[in-house]
């Protein structure tokens, strides 16, 4: 199976950046649908994996919630998605290299932070709310709390932490691409998934899932989630778009431009901008 360089990640990004830009409406909410969806039943079954953990387990329990949460996102690259956090770092990155209009990246992210809210409020009531598996006993007790650590973040802080969770996811997403193997791919997904859920940052789409989950349960009011998104959603997006999207377009997809000005009289030979995907590793 194929594997690709920096360089060549870099490019087909900004391909898969482009097409996603221009799918047509209906294809984007199908697709926004079933990733918030997915990133939502990834977190469902890592509450439902460490709620009733015993609590002598500590940092432990976490890690195996962490390490069972990226099959969200699996799904969603493998299977087929369209996730905002994802698309926070392939379309602007299309956007830098001048392959699309502003207007079209701003359309796509907020079709798909539309849909994307819709799928994961789907598994939120019916499989958490209307089925019981998030509002009862400990996996209640869970929820509750989860959602209240994030709700008691400052904005600021909310922001920082949308910008770790996005730089990591992103990165899985650019992994996902490095390679045409499955297996390649999930191995790609996994680390850097699992990091940020380990380390607890927030990521905007998962928070569709669980807010709304404690919400549904008699826990917290709808301004109180509102005034988690926006931070979290602008960290994610500064996350994905600048610290992955902006670096590897610095590095690797910006042209150079050339500071030597040719001296009356003397003879000039033309020069070809190096290849970028030539020999970067």
Known sequence: MASYKPGQIAEKTVETGVAKANNPWTVSVVLGFLAGAFIALGFLLDIRVIASAPKEWGSIATFIGAAVFPVGLVLVLIAGGELLTGNMMAVPLARWAGRIKTGAMLRNLVIITLSNFVGALFVAFFFGHVLGLTEAGPYLDKVVDMAGHKLHDSFLQSFISGIGCNWLVAL???LAYSTDSIGGKIMGIWFPTMAFVAIGFQHVVANMFLIPAAIFAGHFSWADYIMNFIPVWLGNLVGG???VAGAYWLAYLKKPHSDAHPV???QT????????????A
């Open 264 to 266: 009356s009289g003397t």
């Open 269 to 280: 030979t033309s020069s070809v901008a190096p290849n970028p995907l030539s020999d970067r």
């Open 241 to 243: 778009s600048l610290f």
């Open 172 to 174: 899985a997403v650019w």
